[in-house]
């Protein structure tokens, strides 16, 4: 009897095995013809996001929806490898694809329970990311299982896990390990501790549950897991589990487009070079993996960076602490060490570079205690406190106080920390090689997180005295020459000539120094001097000879207000315009791109050798250019930028600015292979002080600047073109004088006696000279 219940179970269970068999097998064949075909995974083209670098591949940013960095398998250290094996597919080398065990205990799982697992493999995760959805339904989990069995058949079990590593989401919109590793610590893959590598390979099964961004704690027990397993599986031993255990992880966002990936500040240009690849490639530029080349040195890109920034605190400085930003309600007692806690008094504060944001836990006269955004207690004391005395209690006034709860900013001055404060004030910096007009470095601003507005391109601003070169240069061809003497007095327009309202325009200073060579009136920024220039060559004449420089004529007026640089410009403008005198006449554009490489390294797009192009236009005659340099190093050797020779160098060349009130402050300079521009202002025009002229205020920037760019180099000398003599004068008189030592340049049609211009009508000439 029981034999016979026996065959007859045994029956039945055969018969439902085989049943089950054929039904399987005809689901099989009717789902594999439509299982899609492996193109995508043999020929891989992942989403890799537009990079812009520098000449020399430095990375200064990245755009793209996904943010992604492919590593070949070969690349990928062992321990992330043994940790995502721990984590997602431990017998990955040795299944089909398929691992049957996790199969049927999902299986099981999923009969007794409403809530659906799942036994997914590698392979598997392979298939769901690049062919299904994610819906958790049987028919997705066969076909998932037969995309596996395809992949397996069609690609090594290394191809696999490098489709894996580089496809996966992790979270943060960072696809693949790489950009994660980057995104949470701030590290290349190869750079990853054990404990890193468990926290990442914890990710893939819920990347926003187990995020340590949002949940730190369910992060940290779900590396706890990923651990235990690689234990278990004898990837770690006893020592390595323990350590890994207490080890600290110092996790945070990290942009990969950032300073964190190559500690290189260009936002504002990375920002530029992604508007063209745009204009040019539409969206694909942000998926296509195409790779910017631009113009940029990093050594000077940073120094360009550093020499803002520390131009702007220091002027910020010399105007007096104005307070804390803000304040907040801090609990009291407040848990100084707990992680929660701090992430949430700064939740909404921003550090800005090395300006951290720190919120005040108590103030006194010679102390004060604060909770600085990385988690760290300061007390700063001594000079720590000197920029911000005026705020400490008890004599400080209310508005300015410090006190408990306010939000202020410090920064570590060698081994202690110090009160600072956030800018007002904006600044900006270029350099570009005035042959070709190759942007070196640009900075458009203090801050790029704080303020998007490119000054180095957008900001339309008055030029001030810097623009007088220009008027110089118009005048030299109209007979003018830097010997020709002019009068250095007042000057008044009456109202009925002016337009309504008389204007009497005035020297820095107020003071006046009587007749002089133009050599002496430009290197002094004499006002008064240039608007009788102008008047004698005529407002008309020079609005159309300075658009030779690239400067747009319905900017600049033709009035006489023009002599004082009261138009408009960019300081790009001004960095291309002073080029023509560096290059030798030859008007140039600036250019930031040097070539651009689709994903697998081909030229896409490379830029003309400017410098060797022979069509470049002459603009103005070589001349000129030799002449208005030679005046303008004068400007630099015992002129208003006479502080520029502490570069101990004898070919630079420039003119400060400082427009009415000071609201401007520029330094304009170069030598034969370098121009500098530097500027400084607000954005909502005001005066920067009374003394903060262009000497002042923007000629350190690019002092800063230049001593790291032109170290090393050596000076190069002032080539003298054909046709232009030199002639011994009488400095007081312009006129010829061999007994005198004293030379000036001349062209060979305008000799001495002819220096001084014969103008229309002798009230003119009175007015003028």
């Known amino acids: 009897m029981i034999t016979r219940w026996f065959l007859y179970l045994s029956s039945v269970i055969l018969g439902l095995a085989l049943v089950a068999a054929l039904l399987g097998g005809f689901v099989i064949a009717l789902l594999y013809p439509t299982l899609p075909d492996l193109d995508v995974l043999t020929d891989y083209q992942p989403k890799i996001p537009l990079r812009v670098v520098s000449k020399e591949g430095v990375l200064l940013g990245e755009f793209g929806e996904e943010r992604r960095s492919v590593v070949h398998i070969a690349d990928v250290p062992q321990v992330l490898k043994n940790a995502i094996l721990a984590a997602e597919d431990e017998r990955f080398y040795s299944h089909g694809g398929v691992d049957y065990v996790s199969i049927l205990r999902a299986v099981l799982a999923n009969l007794t329970s409403d809530k659906l697992q799942g036994g997914g493999t590698i392979t598997m995760q392979v298939a769901r990311n690049f062919f299904l959805t994610r819906e958790k339904t049987l028919t997705r989990k ?21 489709l894996y590593i580089n496809q996966i989401f992790l979270g943060q919109r960072a696809y693949g390990f790489a950009a994660a590793s980057q995104i949470y610590f701030g590290k290349n893959l190869v750079d990853i501790t054990p404990a890193e590598a468990a926290m ?45 255990q207490k080890e600290p992880l110092d ?12 500690g290189l500040h260009a936002e504002y240009i990375a920002e530029m070079a992604r508007q063209k690849a745009f204009d040019v490639y539409g969206k694909e530029a942000y998926t296509s993996g195409l790779t910017v080349w631009t113009t940029i040195s990093a050594e000077m890109q940073t120094a360009a960076y550093q020499s803002v920034r520390q131009g702007v605190l220091d002027y910020d400085r010399r105007h007096g602490y104005r ?34 944001a ?31 005395r005026s705020a400490l209690p008890p004599k400080a006034p209310a508005s300015i106080r410090l006190r408990r709860g306010a939000v202020i900013r410090v920064v570590q001055e060698k081994d202690q920390w110090a009160i600072s404060q956030l800018p007002q004030v904006e600044s900006s910096f270029i350099a570009l090689q005035p042959q070709d007009g190759s942007v070196l470095a640009l900075v458009g601003g203090f801050d790029f997180e704080r303020n998007q507005f490119n000054h180095a391109t957008q900001a339309l601003r008055q030029p001030g005295s810097s623009f007088k070169p220009f008027i110089y240069s118009a005048a030299l061809e109209k007979g003018f020459s830097p010997a020709t003497v002019v009068n250095d007095g007042p000057f008044f327009v009456p109202a009925e000539e002016a337009g309504g309202q008389a204007w009497e325009p005035k020297n820095y200073g107020g003071e006046y120094e009587g007749p002089m060579p133009l050599r002496t009136a430009l290197a002094k920024s004499k006002n ?34 023009m002599a004082l640089g009261a138009g408009s410009v960019t300081p790009m403008q001004m960095a291309t315009a002073y080029s023509v005198f560096a290059n030798g006449g030859f008007r140039i554009d600036s250019n930031f791109i040097d070539h651009i490489t689709d994903a697998r390294g081909n030229t896409l797009y490379t ?20 002449i208005m340099t030679s005046m303008l190093r004068d400007v630099v050797a015992h002129g208003t930028a006479i502080r520029a020779m502490v570069l101990k160098r004898h070919d630079l060349a420039g003119k400060t600015g400082t427009t009415n009130d000071s609201v401007d402050a520029w330094f304009c300079g170069f030598n034969a292979n370098l121009v500098g521009v530097a500027w400084i202002g607000f954005d909502q025009p005001k005066s920067l002080g009374n003394r903060e002229t262009g000497s002042v205020a923007a000629l350190p920037i690019w002092i800063s600047f230049m001593q790291t760019a032109l170290k090393g180099v050596p000076e190069t000398p002032l080539a003298q073109p054909p046709h232009v003599v030199s002639i011994h004068i009488d400095p007081e008189t312009g006129q010829r004088s061999d007994k005198n030592p004293a030379t000036e340049w001349f062209y060979n049609e305008f000799q001495p006696e002819e220096t001084t211009p014969k103008l229309e009508n002798s009230r003119s000439l009175e007015r003028i000279f």
Do not use: C
Not at 202 to 216: D, Q, T
Not at 251 to 262: A, D, F, G, T, Y
């Open 142 to 162: 066969i076909r998932e299982a037969l995309l596996a069995w395809k992949i397996e058949a069609n690609l090594s079990k290394d191809q696999i896990l490098e």
């Open 200 to 244: 990442l390979a914890g990710l893939p099964a819920a990347p926003s549950k187990y995020n340590p961004l949002v949940n730190p704690q369910l992060a940290k027990w779900r590396q706890g897991y990923v651990l235990r397993r690689m234990r278990e599986l004898r990837y770690l031993d006893d020592v390595a589990y323990n350590a890994a």
């Open 607 to 626: 830029r003309p050798n400017l410098s060797e192009d022979k069509s470049r236009q002459e603009v103005i005659d070589p001349r000129n250019a030799f």
């Open 528 to 561: 008064l001097v240039t608007v009788r220039v102008l008047q004698a060559i005529t407002p008309q004449y020079a609005q159309d000879y300075i658009t030779k420089f690239g400067f747009q004529a319905k900017l600049h007026p033709p009035y006489l207000t």
């Open 358 to 388: 720190a919120i005040v836990l108590d103030a006194g006269a010679e102390q004060v205690r604060v909770l600085i955004s990385n988690g760290a207690v300061a007390s700063i004391t001594d000079a720590g406190l000197r920029f911000a």
């Open 323 to 356: 307070g804390p930003e803000s304040y907040v309600n801090l609990p009291d007692p407040l848990d100084e060490n707990d992680p929660a806690l701090v992430d949430q008094a700064f939740q909404n504060l921003t550090d800005h570079d090395n300006l951290l």
């Open 251 to 262: 996790v945070r966002l990290h942009s990969i487009s950032s300073k964190e990936r190559s």
